[in-house]
């Protein structure tokens, strides 16, 4: 069964990042990592309590959802994590993105994202902020050159999207697809 983390920081877009932990569930294991930030957006966005979001996914056997604080998982090493498919944060903050391109780690999230750099497992920071500062663009230029994928949150509007569920599926599905995962999540372009 393949293996991936699923990190949801304090950036607006909280849905994503649950959207994708309730796909990959589907098809493997999916360790999640919710930084505190994260859990007052997701209040602020969705009126969803951290205790709520733990409950949701306490039946689903296919999620672990792990503490930013515990710094000692076995998330945090390479000997574990060098095993994984892909390492998502979505949606991923500026602040998250900084320190992921400065190598610094405050929570788990940052120490798996350096690992995955590290080890060359795939690592994808869906972002979410406008406009950028030349300091976010600087960033995301260490973190592609380190190998991550920069994947900003900007669903298309070429496929007709008829409702927020359908733009939420495209981005969600764009990033299945930088996995290899196969699904059908939303309208490919087909023109001849
Ligand atoms: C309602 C709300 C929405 C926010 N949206 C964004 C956003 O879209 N992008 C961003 O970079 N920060 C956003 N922030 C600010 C981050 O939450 C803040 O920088 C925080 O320190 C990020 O911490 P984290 O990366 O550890 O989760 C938002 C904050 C709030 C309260």
Known sequence: MDKFVVCITGASGIIYGIRLIEELSKIGKVYTIVSKNGYLVMEKEHNIKKSDFIKKFSSNKNVVIVSEKNISSKLASGSFLSKFKAVIIA????????????????????????????????????????????????????????????????????????????MINFVVGKILDLIGVENSLYKRWMND
């Open 91 to 166: 949606p991923c903050s500026m602040s998250t993105l900084g320190a992921v391109a400065n190598g610094v780690n405050y929570n788990l999230i940052h120490r798996v994202s350096e690992v995955a750099l590290k080890e060359r497992v795939k690592l994808i920071l869906l972002i979410r902020e406008m406009p950028y500062s030349l300091i976010h663009i600087e960033n995301m230029k260490k973190v592609s050159i380190s190998g991550g994928i920069i994947a900003p949150a900007s669903p298309a509007f070429y496929n007709y999207p008829k409702s927020i569920d359908d």
